[in-house]
Structures are given as C-alpha cells and as structure tokens.
C-alpha cells in the first residue's frame, strides 16, 4: 500500500454554486433529497435489458427522461442515447442552479465515468453477433466514443474549455470532482464543470454478477445480512468555483469543498486491502488537506456497497479515523437507495452530501437490521435531523481506488 | 518548475527499442500489427497472469521508461511515483469476449475472470501494483490528444507536489470491429492503417537529471467542433504560440496528420505513414520519435488533432 500523493492544503476557497442530478430516485435535487429523507428506496426488477439468467435481477433505474433545456432541440434529443440524456438533465440543472445559462462558458468539463457509452457499443455488439439490423450503426458507435457525451455537453451548453474524461471505476468521478478543485485551488481554473455519469449495461451487470459481488435478494450495506450489492445509473455535475468569483457575482453557495484525498491498494485488482488501509489514507489525506481534524467530522458518507469485503474493510478504516468518535459519528451508505451508480458514484454521493448539510440531515442507511460486529459503526437505518458542519464522502473502486472528499457549511 | 522526461518506453509494430524502431522508420518499413509482447518479460508478477494485451502492452512500455530513467523497484529516491494512463478505446478484446459469452450463453457463460480485466483502469492499476508505484493513479479517456492530457495532467501532480515523478502511459489493442466501424464511416484516411502498441514517458522534477529532454510547454487541450476551426485553435494553442516565439528556430514538428503549421525550416516528421493510426499511443509515440530524432537542445513542437474532440500541442526541448 499506499499514501497516493501528499497533502496539500487548498490554496484557495473552492466553493460548489450549482448542483444536477439524475439517479433512480428521480431527476433533480428533490427528488432525490425526499427519497433520501424517507428512505424510498428506486430498487426495482430490472427492465432494462434481460437478466432471467442472473442471480440479482434488480437494480436501480432512471425513467423516461424529458428534455427540460431549449438549448437542445428535439429531434437531437430523441437520438440521444440514454447515459447522455441522463447528463444533460444533471448539467442544465447544475448550471440553471449555478445561474450560468446565459452566453459561452469558459470552464474545463471534468467528468468521471466507468463505462461511458458503452451501452450503444453492446448494442453494435449484439447486432453483430446475432446477425441483426445495423442500421442505427453509426450512431452506436459514436455514441460509444468515451468523450461523446461531454462532447454533447460543450455543445448544447455552449462551454469552451478543454474535456476531462476520468475512468477510475467506481471512484472515477470522486476523483473528477477532486481533481477539479485542485485546478481551482491552484489558480489553474477559477470555474470547472464537474461530475460524473453511468448508465447500466449488459457488462457491468453480468460483470458484477459473474463476482457474486450483486445482491440475490437486498442491497445490506453494513449489515449482518449483507450479500452483495445493487446496481444503479445517474448522472450528477457540480458547478465548482473560486469563493471570489462566486462572491463577485453573487451566485448562492451552496457547500465548500476543503479537502480531497486519493491513495492506491496495490493488493488486488477487485478486492480492497482487508485492513482498509488505502481507504485510511484516502480520509486521512482530505482530512489534512483541509486542516480539518477527524473529530470535526459530523457525517460520513461511506462507499458502502455492501458486499461483505468492501464495508468490512470501510468500516475498520473509518473506525480508525474516527477513534473514539466512532460509535457517535453517523456513517451511512444511500446506495440501497440509488444503487450503485458506478462511475457516476462519487459524483452522485457528492451532491447527497451537499444536501445532507443543507438540510441539516443524516440520509438513512435502508435496509440495516442486523448490525454486524465487524461493522461497528453508528449507522441510522432512518433519515435523522442533525447538526452537519463538514461531511466526508467515500468512494472506492476496482484497480484498489481510493477517493475521499470533504464538503463543510461555506 | 521544470518538468523533464527521465525516461521512456515503447511497443510498437516496428520493435520495442526506440533506436531500432527509428531506424527501421527511417528505412522506410511500416508495420501495423504488435507481435506477442510478455511483461514478464520485463517485470515477473502473478498480476499478470490472465491480464489483457493492452495490459501487456502498458506495463512492458512502463516498465521499460522505468529501467531508463535508472529507477529500480521501489527506488526510495522516488517514494511517490503516480501512473497516469491515456486511452482511447481501452481493453475491446476481453470486453467483447465477456459480451459474447453472455449474448450466447448466459451469465453462466460469463468467465469472472475476464470481468476485471474489462474495466478502463485496470492497466494503469496493474502497473502500480507490479512496478511499486503508489503515488496518484488515474486513467483518462478521450481521443488521440488524451496524450497530451495526461502529460499536463503529470505537470500538474508534480508542480503540486502531490508525486516526485508520474508516469504518463497510452496503450492501445487493435480491434477488427472497431477498423471496420471507421472504414465503415469514413472516420479516418483510408492510407492510413490501424495500429497498436504503448508509450510510456516517465517526468520528474527539475532535480531529477533530465535524460531526454524538458517539458517546455503542454496543452490542456482545446475542443473543435468544425474542422474548419483546427487551423486557427491550433494556432492559438500555447505550445505552438510558445515554439513560435522561440529565439532558436525549431527543428522539428512531430505531427498527427497534415497540420497545416509552417515553421520554415523545420523537419516535419509524421510517425503514422510507418506506425498506423494508434489513437493515444500514437501521440505519444511522436513525443518519442520526435525527441529521438531531435539534436540535443533542440526544440521539437509535437501536435495533435484527435478524431472528434480537442486538438493540442506539447513543445518539448531535447
């Protein structure tokens, strides 16, 4: 193992102005934010595509999505696959939020993604293999072009700076979102366009169910019970800028970001290291960028995916940030809600941070019944009012990513 | 803070030695398939053992800059080496294998061992593990100009101090299905071949001893929706606006198609006539051949236009 790159701490005040979002919960803030207060979970059998051969046969979907923005005409909506569609919405609500809807925006586009389009290649894939139609062809193939859909994204919002597309698997877009604040923080950018995006695809699926690593029955996250978990799809852009440029012109902000932290586990391609120790240095790495100490932590959002492995291993790494704080500190994963969203994770568990803080609630850990001992952490099975000023949030991946940042109250 | 190149690797369908590689170039034999390539070869590791050819690719290229740069495993001058990988269409082979075991069979009929392997960073992940390499590790996607990203993204991580050195690699597998979608639509010139291989660059600190050369200036990047826009956005970009200031004329432009640049004067060296069309392994390639080719001080100004996103320039000083 591991430390993944030194501490710094932020040169600047990075603040988020705007926030998007698309998950099975709904579109938009509120939807997910009621999901996230009553603990409705979007879990449902899958539709999408056919799983009858699968041991899990849920997962968390996005409905039909409309086209909510007159900057996309719509007849290019209709052709737009469903992972860009999912992003667009996220990106015109961030910016509508960001109030940045009006002439060009000069602002890189950082966006994370595990899978990007790859739906549209299956769908080449599979006509190819049983011999079907290829008429929609050429649409297929672009869309399946990795930077196809932030191409989507500077061309329908009119954003002029360069594209950043990460694919660090399930911490893809934790990693965008901190990176993005480093080029801030830096004096790099003074506004970049963050997020990530992932739909649900035949790969991902059986991939996951081919480990055992998909849930037969519940998505558990830290519970006794707990056998695997659940996938999702979303979408989820912050708009991030400089405190000053914000203040200037007079945009809301809505949370700050103090501290990113990465790291590597060189143990396993899919397995964490068992003692947590990449996720360790990951929190610690955003705790020291921040200046924060552990004990001002009030929320965690954990990765949680409640495989047994991931919130064993989680579960001893924040034990050990937290020391004596952990029986009192809330952790919860919302993935039982959301799902799993993959590449657009980070992202997605970003912005429930952000809205835990602005709302001054702890998001509900669904479905915990039975603790575990080797989870001993405070986890709420239901939504809790609470006192937030600064909020971790975990992401980690296959190829032993570890992504943490921390969002505080500006 | 500069930023100098301490070592480089390749795999290309012309050989893995750079100088054999220029040379046979320079022959003028073109070549466009990559024969087997091991990393055992280079680096012994269980990690390799059911990995993807992209895979073997990546780290025989990385592990090959590593042993350039004078850097043995685990080097404790370097306690903090990040991994940077560029790709443009990622590990096809195993993920078309894995599809079609599903289509035809069923999820019974998908190999968990094939799943991990599919995935966009399981290369870049694989080198940290049988190099050492703990410092930041991140793979981007994108077009041909990934490249570049990835070396900006580099300068970024060593002028932050976040790593004493990172290593940027861009591998590419080639991919019938994908050949015959940009024959199919016209998406590339059809003299042009497809291709595969790796390159890797290794970039340090200024107090690291430079062995190929600095990094004078590298893009971010600039988007193009129009090709007529190229001419003027490459113009502007800060690589090429910096080797058109410079008091000592440049040498040589390394370029990815027919840039139309004029730097009177200079050698223009276009690496696809012999290597193919190898997405971001190519862009980095002509970084490499470029410096090879260049004198000692001089400049050499590598460009880029990827297929459908950004077009971006690096200047890089021998």
């Known amino acids: ?410 | 803070m500069t930023v100098t190149i301490t070592g480089i690797g390749v795999v290309t369908p012309l050989g893995l030695e750079v100088r054999e590689v220029a040379e046979r170039m320079a022959r003028g034999e073109r070549a466009n398939r990559v024969g087997p390539v091991d990393a055992a070869q280079f680096v012994r590791s269980d990690r390799l053992r059911r990995c993807t050819r992209i895979t073997h690719f990546a780290v025989a290229a990385a592990a090959q800059a590593v042993r350039d740069a004078g850097l043995s495993i685990g080097d404790e001058s370097y306690p903090r080496v990040g991994v940077i990988s560029a790709v443009s269409k990622g590990p096809i082979e195993y993920s078309r294998k894995f599809h079609a075991q599903f289509v035809r069979g069923g999820a019974k009929g998908a190999s968990p061992m094939l799943f991990p392997e599919t995935v966009a960073n399981a290369s870049a992940s694989h080198i940290a593990s049988v190099l050492g390499l703990t410092g930041p590790n991140t793979t981007l996607f994108g077009d041909a100009a990934v490249g570049f990203n990835a070396l900006a993204m580099a300068r970024d991580f060593l002028k932050w101090n976040l790593a004493d050195a990172v290593l940027v690699v861009a591998p590419h597998e080639h991919d019938d299905i994908f050949e015959d979608a940009y024959r199919r639509f016209r998406w590339l010139l059809p003299k042009i071949g497809f291709s595969e291989g790796a390159a890797a660059l290794l970039l340090a600190r200024d107090e690291a001893t430079p062995h190929w050369g600095e990094i004078v200036e590298v893009d971010r990047g600039q988007p193009w929706r129009r090709r007529s826009e190229i001419p003027n956005l490459l113009a502007a970009a800060p690589a090429v606006s910096s080797a058109a200031r410079l008091q000592v004329p440049l040498k040589t432009l390394s370029v990815s198609g027919d840039e139309k640049l004029s730097f009177p004067g200079a050698q223009r060296l276009c690496i696809k006539d012999s290597l193919g069309e190898a997405f971001a392994a190519g862009a980095l390639w002509q970084v490499v051949f470029g410096l090879q080719q260049a004198q000692t001080h001089d400049n050499v100004l590598v460009t880029c236009v990827g297929l459908n996103e950004q077009v971006s320039a690096v200047l890089v000083r021998r």
């Not at chain 1, 694919?167 to 506004?191: K, T």
């Open chain 1, 1 to 410: 193992m591991v430390d993944g790159g030194g501490s710094e701490t932020m040169n600047a005040r990075v603040v988020v102005t705007g926030m998007g979002v698309v998950t099975g919960c709904g579109t938009g803030q509120t939807a997910l934010r009621d999901a996230l207060r009553t603990g409705r979970s979007s879990v449902r059998p899958m539709e999408l595509f056919d799983v009858s051969t699968c041991r899990c046969q849920t997962a968390a979907q996005v409905g039909t999505l409309e086209n909510s923005s007159d900057r996309i005409p719509r007849k290019a909506w209709r052709r737009l696959d469903r992972v860009s569609k999912m992003l667009l919405t996220a990106a015109q609500e961030a910016l509508e939020e960001a109030r940045l809807t009006s002439g060009p925006i000069h602002a890189p586009l950082v966006l994370g993604s595990s899978g990007g389009g790859i739906r549209s290649g299956e769908l080449y894939h599979r006509a190819l293999l049983q011999n079907q139609s290829r008429r929609h062809a050429a649409t297929w193939l672009s869309d399946y072009l990795a930077q196809q859909q932030p191409l989507h994204v500077q061309r329908f919002f009119d954003v002029t700076g360069p594209i950043l597309t990460l694919a660090n698997a399930c911490a893809s877009s934790a990693n965008a979102i901190g990176y993005s604040a480093q080029l801030i923080a830096h004096g790099e950018a003074d506004c970049v366009i963050a997020g990530g995006y992932d739909a649900l695809c035949e790969l991902i699926f059986v991939g996951f169910d081919s480990l055992m690593a998909a849930t037969p029955t519940l998505c558990r996250p830290f519970d006794k019970r707990r056998d695997g978990m659940v996938l999702g799809e979303g979408a989820a852009v912050l708009v991030l800028e400089t405190f000053e440029r914000a203040s200037a012109r007079h945009a809301d902000i809505l949370a700050e970001i103090r501290g990113y932290g990465q790291s590597i586990d060189t143990h396993h391609i899919t397995q964490p290291h068992p003692e947590g120790d990449g996720a360790y240095a990951a929190m610690r790495l955003a705790c020291e960028m921040a200046g924060v100490e552990a004990s001002e932590i009030d929320y965690i959002n954990a990765h949680g995916t409640a495989t047994p492995q991931n919130d064993a291993m989680e579960a001893k790494a924040i034990r050990r940030l937290l020391g004596v704080r952990a029986a009192d500190v809330p952790v919860s994963s919302t993935k039982a809600i959301t799902g799993h969203t993959v590449g657009a994770a980070g992202a997605v568990e970003a912005v429930i941070s952000i809205l835990a803080l602005k709302n001054q609630f702890v998001p509900p850990n669904v479905n915990f019944e039975s603790p575990d001992e080797g989870c001993a952490l405070n986890v709420p099975a239901a939504a809790q009012p609470r006192s937030l000023r600064t909020v971790l949030s975990n992401s980690f991946g296959f190829g032993g990513l570890n992504a943490s940042l921390l969002f505080s109250l500006p």
